[in-house]
């Protein structure tokens, strides 16, 4: 019986390649009787997109050779659609600085000839390059772009598969709340269009995310209704993460029999399609649950599994690297070809070229100098904060330790372990300010969320963030990233001790020419303005905020709250 079925998937991919060979055949016969430019650019591309899977390389050559004809022939639309054919071919081949080169290009044609449908693919194009390289923030970036012109085009169909990618590049940046958003969006127009891989794609997405919420029963639900669905698709990737994420679900919830059955079916699923990954995440559960029940023999199996594909993984990665090696270094010579013929006929715009930038450097030089200053002063103030801040707690370290040594009393030794805590929550503040790459919003909403859910659930305070989506990419300047984090964990540290609230809500918006206006709301107790406190913290934060530049306003009312507010001068 295997031996049929062998010959008949031979014979099968015989039929098909033999078809296929008929369809590039006639093609080539129209490229050599026809006259027309476009049609002959055109006619290269269908070639190309026939050898696409087949044999890539050849599509390459026929691709390139459609540029290059519709370049000469000044036929921008087979430019830009042979170079988007031509970097989706570099992204199969895993040389993402060729593909994201390329698609940039035919992104500046399509601009030029103000083509929105095809500038959109090139977003969404740039995008997954982005996301592959792991660059999350920019392929949001891109896939937004896109969203937006396929949105204003009415393409449901595209829409969907754009919002499936925003949610999952929001969920891997820990932006859960916009990635439920579009896997919603996603699951919703799915059913609109009737695409079924695209709602199974959400609902296990959906599934994801809400376990990440210690949702589990919700999660269940949508990896469940997502089997079905992948089943019909005959998608065994989806199948794959569906069970695997439902396998997590009953391992957690010490069902290990239940957890071992749906993680060997997740693991089938990926071995039959070569879902490495999938097969490296089941064979590593599998493992684990063997071991928890002692059964050395199976855990020691699945852990072998798990090895093995890892290092097939490995070794692939390594092949792809020597050839894109090998490809770059054939585009090098080509380059290097096109480059000294570009340096004899544009020699004197190269002398000028030479000049501005030594005036650039010489400017880029005075910029880095002050920038330097600028960042001397902000680490001088921050080693004095560390000196004060951290040198006042272990003190109290040190004063409690010998409270402890002498009255032998447990009280010491909490105060010994809170002010631990408050000293290593303090460096960490400080290494996360010094941190270039966390200079956005979202970075320090990410930081606010990590201090502020735990203390509010801990103290029965619902902790509600409300911020649009143009807010999370503002840019902010260590200082001010520093003392808006401090000014909003003082307030809602003052909510938690003082307010009596059941509720406390933290607003962002960009106002007068996208100035960042923030907002610090409770629906506690409130209290008297004109009244003078105890301590400094009212003073200090309004202190911190004018140095950044900021207006500081408090309004509260008794009984009907208190309402922070900060904005940019």
């Known amino acids: 019986m295997r031996k049929l079925i062998a010959i008949l998937s031979i014979l099968s991919s015989v039929f098909i390649l033999k078809a296929q060979s008929q369809t590039i055949d006639s093609l080539q016969r129209v490229l050599k009787i026809t006259t027309v430019d476009t049609t002959r650019v055109f006619t290269l591309l269908r070639i190309c997109l026939e050898y696409y899977y087949v044999v890539p390389d050849s599509a390459m050559l026929f691709a390139q050779q459609a540029y290059h004809l519709a370049e000469e022939k000044e036929f921008p639309l087979g430019a830009a659609q042979s170079l988007a054919i031509i970097g989706d071919l570099f992204f199969e081949k895993g040389n993402y600085v060729k593909a994201l080169e390329t698609h940039v290009k035919a992104l500046e044609i399509y601009e030029r000839i103000k083509s929105p449908l095809g500038m959109a693919a090139c977003y969404n194009n740039m995008a997954m390059v982005y996301q592959e390289q792991e660059d999350d923030r920019n392929a949001v970036r891109y896939y937004l772009k896109a969203k937006d012109i396929f949105q204003a085009k009415n393409k449901k169909d595209d829409l969907v598969k754009t919002f499936i990618n925003l949610g999952f590049n929001y969920e891997k940046m820990n932006l859960l709340d916009s990635a439920l958003f579009y ?7 799915g059913l609109q269009v009737k695409n079924t891989g695209d709602i199974a794609a959400a609902l296990v997405n959906l599934g994801d995310i809400h376990h990440r919420l210690h949702q589990d029963e919700v999660a269940l639900d949508h990896y469940r209704r997502s089997i079905p669905l992948a089943l019909q698709e005959n998608d065994k990737q989806l199948q794959a993460k569906a069970k695997y994420g439902i396998a997590r679900i009953y391992k957690d919830a010490d069902a290990t029999d239940s957890a071992i ?3 060997k079916q997740s693991l089938a699923s990926a071995v039959d399609c070569s879902f490495s990954k999938g097969v490296v995440n089941a064979a590593d559960l599998l493992s684990h649950l063997y071991e928890s029940q002692n059964r050395m023999d199976s855990a020691y199996w699945y852990f072998k599994k798990s090895v093995s594909t890892k290092d097939t993984l490995f070794n692939s990665e390594i092949v792809r690297k020597v050839q894109i090696i090998n490809q770059n270094e054939q585009l090098r010579e080509q380059e290097k070809r096109a480059a000294l013929q570009r340096y004899r ?14 005036l650039l450097i010489a400017t880029g030089f005075w910029l880095r100098v002050n920038q330097l200053k600028r960042e001397q002063m902000i680490r001088t103030k921050l080693s004095k904060d560390l000196h004060d801040d951290l040198g006042s707690t272990l003190n109290s370290i040190k004063v409690y330790t010998n409270l402890a040594l002498i009255k032998k009393e447990d009280v010491h030794l909490l105060k010994i372990k809170e002010s631990t805590q408050e000293a290593i929550s303090g460096v960490r503040d400080i290494m ?6 966390k200079d956005v919003i979202s970075d320090l909403l990410q930081r606010i969320r990590q201090f502020a859910v735990p203390l509010c659930e801990a103290n029965d305070i619902k902790y509600i963030q409300q ?8 840019k902010l300047d260590q200082e001010e990233k520093r003392s808006l984090y401090l ?14 609230a059941s509720e406390v809500h933290l607003t962002m918006e960009l106002y007068l020419k996208g100035k960042l206006c923030i907002q610090i709301k409770d629906n506690g107790q409130g209290f008297d303005v004109t009244e003078p406190g105890e301590g400094n913290g009212l003073k200090n934060m309004k202190y911190r905020a004018e140095r950044i530049g900021y207006y500081f306003n408090i309004n509260a009312v008794i009984g009907q709250g ?3 507010e900060l904005k940019k001068h």
């Open 432 to 437: 996360w300010v010094l941190d270039d790459r």
């Open 467 to 474: 911020i649009p989506e143009e807010v999370l990419y503002y």
């Open 183 to 189: 896997q919603n969006k996603a699951y919703e127009l």
């Open 261 to 263: 059955l749906y993680a």
């Open 562 to 564: 208190t309402i922070i």
């Open 345 to 358: 006929n544009n020699l004197i715009k190269y002398a000028i070229l030479g000049g501005v930038l030594i």
């Open 487 to 500: 000014i909003v964990k003082e307030a809602i540290n003052n909510t938690v001790k003082y307010a009596k």
